[in-house]
């Protein structure tokens, strides 16, 4: 009996596994479906009005999330005749897959037992396969052979033109800094509360907007804005492949957020690694994830105050406004590396 | 002559004023955040408790009537119509046929004519017109629940309340008496 409970603990702990499944999918599930509550409660919030509510008013309307999700699960999946069947159903679901798989290069630990990969070039692989996911995003357009899904995969394709670079670049500004790729390093170089945010604010900004520009968050929702494109390239989803659709955007932003806190909010700090698998895994991993959130509490908050750009007035932004800034932060991540502050 | 196209230029802003202003944005709205102005009017369990003079259901006196039809003919909508009613003549105690008003609910627009229009008050409004009918039919008033007010169910379930513009804080919701007059 006690052999088969070590082997599930075993199995649990195994870093691909736990790194993959529990922190890569069950862990942001859960909390992208908290997140979607708070957006929805905090935009009422501010807006005036009360939210979510009378499905259960005690926990203030706490499961109605839930209630959602059980009714996109048991919607009927409407596939038309007219599109490409393959790429209909593939798209999204290679969607989330690749917005999932980042995590496999995030630290979330200092001990080399319990990475997945090598981390020495992380950073460039998380980069890497974060900025694949929209690519799908136009071939689920493409697929869906309906005008406003088409019109929602060219603004998709626009907005990667302009957000790729940005986020890529403001990301590399701590490359510039500590002269590595290594997330580990990145995370070793801000102890003692000398994170990034303060040492090159500048960057952390550019990098917010573009995680913003490129999950299609508020201000700048544009690709699938309902009053002029129905739903982007996802109009002709319906039911559990519409769910996925809108899921792997937050999740991708969770992701970004994970990314985000390892490079510019300390990581696990103040939290220092220990030994074995509570203190040397599970709880940098729960300090890193309740970072992350309070970043996705600020993404979604902007869902209350902002309306929603033009497409032509947000690549304006990124190209004439927020490159500039971008490689202003590169170019100051350079002379505090050069002048020894880091 | 058509009016001319004008071009319209609007001034560039520059970067720190549009700085300035998406920063006021986000501080009104944390304002807003830690101090919630909620105005929802949770409906079963409040409404808005109108004041008299409300065009809402129509009430027949039936004493008073004396079967003009003016009301009927002043409907715009056609929703009042005369019956036909027997009735004895008290003075001289002989049968004969007098007409009274009967009211659609389906087709009523809730104008009032019909009781602006009456020469001897016969007609009056109820301050409420959340009502409910389960069938079209139960909406047909005939002569004896059109001299009836309308049962108001909301009233006994929920609370009455009512919306002022308040200078400082906006629409402020604020909590009345159920009969008579207000309590701040």
Known sequence: MTGWVEAIIKIIEWPPLWQLVVLGLIAPLAVVIYILWFERKTAARVQRRIGPYHVSPRIAGGLQLLADLIRYSFQEVIIPKTVDKAAFISAPLIALILSILPVVAIPFTDVPKWFPLPMDYSLILALALVTLSPLFIIVAGWASNNKFAIIGGMREAYLIVSYEIIAILSFLAATAMTGTYNLVDIVHAQTGWKWFIVLNPLAFFTAFVGVLLSTSGFPFEIAESEHEVVAGAFTEYSGLMYGINMGAAYLKRMIYSLLLTVVFLGGWYPLKPGEGFIWGYLAPSIVIFIKAT?????????????????????????WKILFPLTVIAFGLGLLEAYYGII | MPPRPVEKHVHPRGIFSRFK??????????KYFFDPKRSTLIYPKEYIKLREGYRGFIVLVKNKCISCSSC?????AAAMKMVKVPVTDPKTGKQRIKKFPVINYNRCIFCGYCVDVCPTEALYHVPYHDIVYESMEEAVTDLESFQKEPEYKTAKEGLPVRYIVDEVKGLVKIRVKKEGGEKK
């Open chain 1, 294 to 318: 309070i970043l996705m509490m600020i993404f979604s908050f902007f869902r209350a105050v902002y309306g929603r750009y033009r497409l032509d007035q947000a690549i304006e932004i990124a």
């Open chain 2, 21 to 30: 202003g998406n920063l006021e944005a986000i501080a009104i709205g944390v």
């Open chain 2, 72 to 76: 009927a003919r002043i409907c715009p």
